[in-house]
């Protein structure tokens, strides 16, 4: 079966393959860019067992990547159109138990929307298995409800940290169908599923948006 090169994502660093020099195709929808795999040479090349390169590339969260559609299939029901049709910018930060949420901006496509995150929390402690994750509940005025997500994806930016005392995580949850436009306001909640095995487990944040 034929598929869209053209759509193609690094299932190591997530970027797309306009972001790179090349891009090498795996089965299904698996990729990897020309820069990633260097990294995996220079790992195979170090006899070190756990060298740092090896663990930082064991220690990103996944990249969670869809299969393109087959050529030829209409994508108008299938995908998003890669520019947005409109972009709200938010800028809402809540700060709860030592874990900042900052809605940074939604973006609505011909048929999804997708709203844009940045995560702070305290590191996790070396040889913790879990991916990091923030789910979502979404309701509007009019009475219609979004869960979870869907094709979104969140990344680990060690850039933007402040220090070794906390990490930044930058994600992305999709959702559809798009609000009514009968809507006023978009209630968001969302939660840290590890925070519920805490003592005292936090609250949900909750934002409200003007739509």
């Not at 090896?54 to 990103?60: N, P, Q, V």
Request: glycine share 6%; proline share 10%; with cysteine.
């Amino acid at each position: 079966m034929s598929f869209d090169r053209s759509m193609a994502r690094c299932s190591f660093c997530g970027r797309h393959s306009s972001d790179v020099r090349r891009m090498i195709a795996g089965p299904g929808a698996a990729y990897i860019c020309d820069d990633c795999l260097q990294v995996c040479n220079d790992i195979l090349r170090d006899p070190t067992p756990f060298s740092p390169q090896a663990l930082e590339l064991a220690s990103r969260p996944p990249v969670v990547v869809a299969a393109p559609p087959p050529l030829g299939e209409d994508r108008s029901t299938t995908t998003t159109t890669r520019e947005p049709v409109r972009t709200v910018i938010l800028e809402l930060e809540q700060k709860q138990q030592g874990n900042t949420l900052i809605l940074h901006r939604i973006q609505y496509y011909q048929d999804v929307f997708e709203l844009q995150y940045l995560w702070i929390r305290p590191p996790f402690t070396a040889g913790f298995a879990f991916v990091p994750r923030i789910i979502f509940f979404l309701k509007d005025t009019t009475g219609a409800q979004w869960t979870g997500d869907r094709g979104g994806m969140i990344l680990a930016r060690p850039d933007l940290a402040s220090g070794p005392n906390n990490a930044v995580y930058q994600g992305s949850a999709r959702f559809r169908p798009l609000p009514s436009t009968g809507a006023r306001t978009l209630t968001i909640r969302a939660a840290d599923p590890l925070g519920q095995f805490e003592e005292s487990p936090p609250r949900p944040w909750e934002f409200e948006i003007t739509l």
